[in-house]
């Protein structure tokens, strides 16, 4: 069965299908909900991970989980000192969230 819409809806929906997207960086053409991989190229991308605090003696690690944005890749599982600003000790990555 179709979704009963409005000639406005359906032009609205039209015009989001037809309209064209272009890369701010690259000039790309995009199709619709693509995303450009120009920056990921170039080494622009940022990587989104997910990290804890860890006591590096004790092992121990913290209750509250955060995200962090980083232009270079990490290892999942590997535990890092320093990761920048807010970011003092030592922190395990815990999973990659995405890449943008």
Do not use: W
């Amino acid at each position: 069965m179709m979704k009963r819409q409005t000639v406005l809806e359906y032009l609205r929906e039209r015009e989001e299908l037809m309209q064209e997207r272009i890369c701010p960086y690259c000039e790309a053409h995009l199709d619709p909900g693509e995303k450009c991989t120009c920056r990921a190229s170039q080494g622009l991308a940022e990587y989104t991970y997910r990290v804890v605090k860890e006591d590096v003696v004790t092992g121990e690690r913290g209750k509250r989980v955060r995200k962090i944005t980083k232009r270079n890749p990490l290892d999942v599982g590997g535990l890092y000192m320093h990761l920048g600003k807010g970011f003092k000790g030592a922190y395990r990555v815990l999973e990659f969230v995405g890449m943008e």
